[in-house]
């Protein structure tokens, strides 16, 4: 008689188990390159505003503004736009889980942790890349702004 020999057969559960894996390691790198875009987005956005509004920049310097008054400014228009971003963001989330929700066994929700944190991350994210466009707006020279062409 003859030695037959086998190989190991992965349970099922295993190899739902590596399926489930693999799809978070693609869904984190999807997630990844979306804040990095997110963020080359809206530190360019928020040059291109700093650069459109260099004469009003000037104007509030020449009327008292400090250079924090002019940061905080930007960051708040920041903070602003990339939390508005966020809430689309968990709005279309949420209705993607409902809509696979209602038209697949699947069950879906949406925690209120995960859209706070969600929140508190774009939020945090715009702040950050916002710095660099609000301190450059905050050390424009007070002439040179104003001598800026409309």
């Known amino acids: ?9 992965i349970g099922l559960s295993a190899g739902f188990a590596l399926l489930a894996l693999l799809a978070r390691i693609v869904g984190l790198g999807v997630a990844a390159w979306i804040v990095g875009i997110a963020c080359v987005v ?16 000037g ?13 905080m400014q930007f960051l708040t228009e920041t903070a602003v736009m990339s939390a508005l971003g ?3 963001g968990v709005a279309v989330a949420y209705a993607f889980a409902m ?4 038209t697949t066994p699947v069950p879906m929700q949406v925690s209120l942790t995960a859209v706070i944190s969600a929140l508190c991350a774009s ?5 950050f890349f916002g710095v ?3 301190r450059s707006a905050a050390s424009l020279h007070l002439l040179a702004a104003l001598r800026q062409e409309v």
Do not use: F
């Open 86 to 88: 966020g809430m689309i």
């Open 1 to 9: 008689m003859r030695a037959v020999h086998t190989r190991p057969v």
């Open 99 to 102: 809509i696979v929700s209602a």
């Open 132 to 134: 660099y466009p609000a």
């Open 123 to 127: 939020t945090a994210v715009g702040v």
């Open 42 to 57: 809206i530190m360019n956005v928020m040059l291109a505003t700093v650069t459109e509004r260099t004469r009003e920049i």
């Open 59 to 71: 104007i509030r310097k020449s009327l008292g503004a400090r250079s924090t008054d002019i940061m």
